[in-house]
């Protein structure tokens, strides 16, 4: 849709047809990261049919939650974009309004965990699967819902859409047009991350991502291999990965509730290091529990702390940058959040081959969540700079315009509310 088709707003609406666009990101997270975190149920059944090892059948997994959220093909296409309606419809409320919509991950993983136990019994884990992929076809009603919204508040300097369009527009035939189209959109990609990524506070946020999601998949990957490894029952080990979907659902909501408070809204950097230190202890602490009760408390702390980060990835990722690198930000955020998916549960697999025991994955895993919490949070004291009280200086009424941004063009505007960057551009200088 073009901007002049529909009415520019001067600042995100906080409500109306946004509300139903967090029902239908809502939706998206049970079809999308639910279902894939439920393939865990999946990992005994694999690893007998096709006698692997664990290394080579966490693959499916790493797999799985990789294209999620990195590469351009199957849920990657839906998960972003949905993140950046959000961010698109909301303002004060956006951490909220993120958490709600997050929250369908935690819901979808406590309902859909013994519905598959089930229906692996009952159908076997091929009929399972099939049900499983008819499922997701409900991703196209939540792609319906996302209706576009435009600002006047704030324009890059040209409009690249309508700038490639006319460029394309001169060429006769389709394939050059596509090819033209295509070129110039990855080169404008690729220019926005090129500044996104000389911005310090950015670039030790995305490296602090690749520590967190090396370690943050690990547990939701073996916690129920490793319960039914100390006797667990398969039903009740299905148990623990519903009860980390239900705190995370609390993880979701409380946080983006507790972020939008006044007093941590300009801290919710600390809320993040915060939630993702909790969340590698936990996962430290996982080896040292055998039986139903402490498994069910780590695994329902995971959880919520889970919940709680998630909650706040995209948040502090607009935090950084301009609004209209907004969708470049969030995009490149859950593509460097996803690339350890590849690697991470394989690995973890590979020791527990070599070991015969969980404690070695279990103990990488919540090193690698600590070194990243370490990583963002020494980043944020060495490069921003607060202002009294360790808040970030905003000044101006509602719906005033605050610099959050580059330098080269200026500083680009974005409305009170949508952001609160510490005094720091993306060139690493001072505003």
């Given at each position: 849709m073009r901007r002049g088709s529909s009415p520019l707003l001067r600042k995100p609406p906080d409500g109306g047809w946004g509300w139903m666009v967090v029902a239908a990101c809502f939706v998206l997270m049970v079809c999308t990261r639910a279902v894939t975190r439920c393939l865990s149920i999946f990992f005994v059944d694999f690893?007998?049919?096709f006698a692997q090892s664990h290394a080579n059948t966490a693959w499916i997994n790493s797999i799985t939650d990789c294209n999620t959220m990195l590469f351009c093909v199957g849920f990657a296409l839906c998960y972003s974009p949905a993140l950046v309606m959000i961010d698109r419809y909301f303002g004060r409320r956006r951490a909220?309004?993120?958490?709600i919509g997050l929250s369908g991950s935690g819901v979808g993983t406590f309902m859909l965990a013994p519905i598959i136990q089930f229906m692996i019994v009952k159908f076997s884990w091929r009929g399972a699967l099939l049900i499983l992929g008819a499922f997701t076809s409900n991703l196209c009603i939540c792609g319906a819902l996302m209706r576009p919204i435009h600002f006047k508040n704030f324009a890059p300097p040209e409009d690249n859409e309508e700038k490639l369009e006319k460029t394309a527009g001169n060429e006769s035939s389709l394939w050059r047009r596509a090819f033209i189209l295509v070129s110039q959109s990855v080169s404008c990609w690729l220019g926005e991350t090129h500044t996104l990524v000389r911005c310090p506070l950015f670039a030790a946020y995305l490296l602090s991502l690749l520590l967190l999601a090396s370690g943050c998949g690990i547990p939701f990957v073996y916690?129920?291999?490793y319960a039914q490894s100390h006797g667990i029952s398969f039903q009740h080990a299905s148990l623990l990965l519903s009860l980390t979907g239900i705190m995370s659902i609390v993880g979701n909501v409380?946080?983006?509730?507790?972020?939008?408070?006044?007093?941590?809204?300009r801290r919710r950097w600390w809320c993040y290091v915060f939630a993702i230190t909790l969340e590698g202890i936990c996962s430290l602490c996982l080896p040292f529990a055998q039986h139903v009760p402490p498994l069910a408390l780590l695994a329902g702390l995971y959880g919520y702390f889970d919940g709680a980060y998630v909650t706040l990835l995209a948040i502090i990722a607009t935090d950084l940058v301009p609004a209209h690198l907004t969708p470049t930000a969030i995009g490149l955020t859950y593509g460097i959040h996803g690339l350890p998916y590849?690697?991470?549960?394989?690995l973890s697999g590979?020791?527990?081959d070599q070991t015969d025991s969980y404690t070695t994955s279990f103990l990488f895993s919540g090193s690698a969540i600590l070194a990243s919490a370490m990583l963002f949070a020494v980043a944020t004291l060495v490069v921003s700079n607060p202002g009294p009280g360790g808040e970030a200086k905003a000044s101006g009424q509602e719906g005033e315009l605050i610099s959050s941004g580059l330098s080269g063009n200026g500083a680009f505007p974005r409305p009170i509310g949508e952001a609160t960057v510490p005094g720091m551009n993306c060139e690493g200088g001072r505003l």
């Open positions: 690893q007998e049919h909220l309004a993120m958490g916690l129920v291999p409380t946080y983006g509730w507790l972020v939008d408070c006044s007093f941590f809204r590849l690697l991470g549960p394989p590979w020791m527990v």
